[in-house]
């Protein structure tokens, strides 16, 4: 079966540090695009950052020089080391594929896959 | 970065409705637009991509129009399984897709 399934949210408090992951099945992370997005509690999903399969990596302004994204080929696993974490960064992250579709003159792109999320709240 | 407006946030509507949520980017996306509902609890799960194009497995019930910086989403006969959240997204700003606030749309 083609799934993700995130783990390692929890309660922390602010300054501290955390590691998400998202371990996937029926596919290899290596072979897809990967983000992670997260939901603060009654607002819409906010873009975290994404992985290519060539290795470049992206973040959103507001996790820059805070957050890092990475994955493990051996255990098909990706993940998100979230440092001096802050109050807003309260939220449910999801693990997520990127899916396409080209015509001969655009590439349009979604969201495919997405984990049930993991929740962390970050206390000030 | 592209900004993502929906309208209305919240929707009260019965079974049988024809329903239309608007989303309005505050720059031309051509049609980089893409539809998700999301229950509660649940992550997501794409509708419609490139403004108008049903995904596999969508009810032909949902449809979507639009372009440049105007679009919309529409339920053409409410059934008791698509009250939800609704969320716009742009595909134009590559890393950044931007998500709109969303729309709640809930029973009468």
């Known amino acids: 079966e083609v799934q993700l399934v995130e783990s390692g949210g929890g309660l922390i408090q602010s300054g501290g540090s955390l590691r998400l992951s998202c371990a996937a099945s029926g596919f290899t992370v290596s072979s897809k695009f990967m983000n992670w997005i997260r939901q603060a509690p009654g607002k819409g999903p906010e873009w975290v950052s994404v992985?290519?399969?060539?290795?470049?990596?992206y973040y959103a302004n507001s996790v820059k020089g805070r957050f890092t994204i990475s994955r493990d080929n051996s255990k098909n696993t990706l993940y998100l080391q979230m440092n001096s974490l802050r109050a807003e960064d309260t939220a449910v992250y999801y693990c997520a594929t990127d899916a396409s579709h080209c015509t001969r003159t655009s590439c349009y792109k979604w969201y495919d896959l997405w984990g049930q999320g993991t929740l962390v709240t970050v206390s000030s | 970065d592209i900004q993502m407006t929906q309208s209305p946030s919240s929707l009260s509507a019965s079974v049988g409705d024809r329903v239309t949520i608007t989303c309005r980017s505050s720059q031309s996306i051509d049609n980089f637009l893409n539809w998700y509902q999301q229950k509660p609890g649940k992550a997501p799960n794409l509708l419609i991509y490139a403004a108008t194009n049903l995904q596999s497995g969508v009810p032909s019930r949902f449809s979507g129009s639009g372009s440049g910086t105007d679009f919309t989403l529409t339920i053409s006969s409410l059934q008791p399984e698509d009250f939800a959240t609704y969320y716009c997204?742009?595909?134009?700003?590559?890393?950044?897709?931007?998500f709109g606030q969303g729309t709640k749309l809930d029973i009468k």
């Open positions: 992985l290519y399969t060539g290795g470049s990596t």
């Open positions: 997204q742009q595909s134009y700003s590559t890393p950044l897709y931007t």
